[in-house]
DNA sequence: ACCGAACCTGTGAACTTGCTGAGGATGGGT
DNA sequence: ACCCATCCTCAGCAAGTTCACAGGTTCGGT
């Protein structure tokens, strides 16, 4: 069961087997390709549109299970792109990008409905974490796959933020919570310093390279302390999360 | 039990085990698709309609388990589509929204055949519980669901708005019933402040966004003074509830 | 053994987030 | 008309979190 068509331990996948589709929107280029790169790499069929109109449209023709949706649109307000997209996609949940200092961006009754939102500039690590629980809440995914992941005694529930190693609560901060995500999402990988930064830290982080050590640091000290070490380093490769057994 | 085709622990399903089926009427389509999404997310299939007479065509096509109804409507009364759908679907219960200072009298006509009402504006909270009610009361719902929540030693009866946490009685206001209604019926998963204001406050809610955490407060010095504390803090996450053990 | 590079981690400052007391506004009930 | 419960704003305090910095440690290669 580890050698599907990815070696992912969790790719999600339709009900047909058929890869999921993603439409992302957004009218900044270079974040559109970064989403649309993000989601391809999970294993997911992605289109991406650039504007308001063009996003109506290409929600008509692809029928995407999901879609990643600027609120911020140079011809169309998130709620008109929204309304209009419900129009012939009644279903489809909808992860909203929205500024963080937006003065009120109006993202009220956004969530209501079971859809969700993130701030930018977001972790790509969340924005896939939230796609995935969206994903899972709307049933759209074939999921047999509850919201825990599992590598060896760590146990992480991603509904409940609860984390435990050999049936002992763990607790981490929000940071701390991400990047062992990642690593649990990817378990047995080796997972470079710049690729953890990149895909756990906000995409215009612009501090200091060591904050990954730091913060392997801190979760070692939280899940290894005492224990057979799980989070290994690879000198001048990375970090590897590997089961104790 | 925990793998169901939602990982919801409440959703309502007809006799037949097929989804709810509901009707919204409402003409301002803001509101309409408001409702049709949160009543989607609770798993139900839902139409909406934005007119009386569309209203009473929609219902004798779709048959439908429960209907929201705007008495406020362009083009018929509310009496008027009452009337009509009675016609074709004598024992469908109906929810009536109303605006706030509409005459009272009228609705208490509409609502003597046991329906009910809301006022604009309204939190989904509140309608979701009414009509998950009404479905209750015609029991046209295979619910095995009682009108009673519990979460630990923490009770919640609906009906009777009685809350008690180890036998204890607890007097809450509505507001705080609501929040805590909230929170009793998503046990163990976070809930991020926005999806709470959302969801428990009337959607016109235009005011300061610590109002959850004050609530919370509130609520804590309740249900959680002096015992082990269920509703737990998710710093720049949410807050969860879970049972003390 | 030695050396430099890579990595680890203690310290503390800056910042963010959440909690709660005080009090104003509102509205229903008597 | 008054009172009281409730809802809500505001603001200050407390606590938690993130991060830079720097000195210490480990590792691999020679």
Redesign the pocket.
């Known amino acids: 069961m580890t050698t599907t068509t990815s070696n992912r331990p969790d790719v999600l996948a339709r009900a047909d087997g058929s890869p999921v589709r993603a439409l992302v929107v957004d009218d900044e280029p270079t974040l559109a390709e970064l989403l649309s790169t993000a989601l391809r790499y999970e294993g997911w069929q992605v289109d991406h549109a650039l504007s308001g109109h063009a996003a109506v449209r290409a929600a008509k023709a692809l029928d995407p299970d999901v879609i990643v949706l600027d609120v911020m649109l140079p011809d169309l307000s998130g709620i008109d792109v929204l309304r209009r997209v419900r129009a012939t996609n009644p279903n489809v949940p909808v992860l909203f990008l929205t500024a963080k200092d937006a003065v009120e961006d109006r993202i009220a009754g956004l969530t209501a409905g079971g859809d969700d939102y993130v701030t930018k500039p977001f972790s790509l690590e969340e924005v896939v974490a939230r796609l995935r629980a969206l994903l899972r809440r709307t049933g759209a995914v074939s999921s047999r796959e509850e919201a825990v992941l599992v590598v060896g005694d760590l146990r992480m529930d991603e509904d409940s933020h609860e984390v435990s190693r050999d049936g002992e609560d763990i607790r981490l901060?929000?940071?701390?919570f991400e990047l062992l995500r990642y690593f649990m999402r990817n378990p047995k990988r080796v997972l470079s310093?710049a690729q953890i930064l990149d895909r756990v830290?906000q995409y215009d982080?612009?501090?200091?390279a060591?904050?990954v050590?730091?913060y392997?640091?801190y979760l070692?000290?939280k899940i290894d302390k005492g224990r057979t070490p799980m989070l290994h380093?690879?000198?001048?490769?990375?970090y590897v999360l590997k089961p104790s057994v």
């Open positions: 901060t929000a940071t701390e310093k830290w982080f612009g501090g200091q060591n904050i050590e730091l392997v640091s070692r000290r380093t690879l000198r001048g490769v990375g």
